[in-house]
């Protein structure tokens, strides 16, 4: 695909000069010197297997309740919550000249909770999703397009996290959906956000975007992300690009990202006390590591720490809710 976005530069170049009655340039379009050409890579038949973990220690501070020996004492509840994932990407139809399918199948999922309260038995939706697969095309720059089987999934995992034959309408069990989405919606974000992929990217060039927060609540933020290209390392499998990347809270979000719920429902367990989620302070960063040669994204490590206030949606003298989330989200090529 990097040879093909090449070629393709070239010829656009060729007609716009064509047009002015210049010579056509050569078929091999050189970039200037210390400029990169990122673009992703497939092979037909060739399955890419990736590991990818979320988690999150969550700190909720109740404030001062009073009662009891410690009366006046801040009550803090703390709770942490990973998704641990294997997801195999196999070319389906590969076009180095367009769009390339590909086929993603959820191998294994493992979730795991730590928390001094909780409903025992609770189903937890994203533990449906091995054997499911679906399928999406990607460009050479590494922008998805038609992700509707994803959009799909996604709507049909959401179904799954609300307790059936519920009495008292729809109640919503925690689950690891935003952190799913946050996985799968967003491959390849920092090469397909390079606003003019085709001149390429010289070491300290910065570029933005935007990536989803995935919390325990239900609340639809994005944080924006600033990547800029730190270092190009010679290996022996490849030239490693080395992308860093710093997040804030983002304004807005974008139009088009999935929603897994529809309705009204109720939310179990803490969450559902709690209302007029507030985001105070934002900020993280990370680091990927993406093979330029073979075109893949080797691994990656996003961390960031959110401080939140909130309400109770009953009176309670002295509480004052805040709550702060430290996340971590990885990404790691297997080997096959």
Request: some cysteine; hydrophobic content about 35%; glycine content about 8%.
């Amino acid at each position: 695909m990097k040879t093909a976005l090449t070629i393709f530069t070239a010829v656009v170049l060729a007609v716009l000069a064509g047009c002015n009655g210049a010579a056509e340039p050569p078929e091999q379009l050189q970039l200037p010197k210390g400029k990169e050409l990122l673009t992703v890579d497939f092979q037909e038949g060739q399955t890419l297997r990736y590991r990818f973990v979320s988690s999150r220690d969550i700190t909720l501070n109740w404030g001062s309740t009073g009662g009891g020996a410690k009366r006046g004492a801040d009550h803090v509840d703390k709770s942490s919550e990973s998704m641990d994932m294997v997801v195999a990407f196999t070319p389906i139809e590969v076009d180095p000249y367009g769009l390339t399918t590909i086929k993603a199948t959820c191998e294994s999922v493992n979730v795991k909770r730590t928390s001094r309260r909780g409903r025992r038995g609770a189903r937890e939706a994203v533990k449906s999703l091995p054997g499911k697969s679906f399928t999406f095309t990607v460009q050479p720059t590494g922008k998805m397009e038609d992700c509707s089987q994803l959009d799909a999934l996604i709507k049909e995992i959401g179904e799954k996290a609300f307790r059936p034959h519920s009495r008292q309408g729809r109640i919503k069990e925690p689950d690891m959906i935003s952190d799913f989405v946050a996985t799968q919606w967003f491959l390849w974000d920092s090469i397909s956000s390079i606003e003019e992929p085709a001149k390429g990217v010289s070491v300290g060039q910065s570029w933005k975007s935007k990536l989803s927060l995935p919390t325990p609540m239900v609340m639809r933020k994005a944080r924006d992300v600033t990547y800029t290209l730190d270092a190009i390392r010679p290996t022996e499998k490849g030239r490693l690009a080395v992308i860093r990347s710093t997040y804030s809270l983002a304004e807005s979000v974008p139009r088009g990202w999935p929603i897994p719920y529809t309705g009204s429902f109720q939310l179990s367990g803490k969450f559902g006390m709690l209302r007029g989620y507030k985001i105070l302070d934002l900020k993280g960063g990370g680091e990927e590591i993406f093979n330029n040669d073979a075109g893949r994204t080797q691994r990656y490590n996003q961390q960031y720490q959110m401080e939140l206030a909130c309400s109770l949606i009953f009176a309670l003298p002295g509480a004052n809710p805040r709550i702060t989330i430290k996340q971590k989200l990885t990404m790691q090529l297997l080997r096959n």
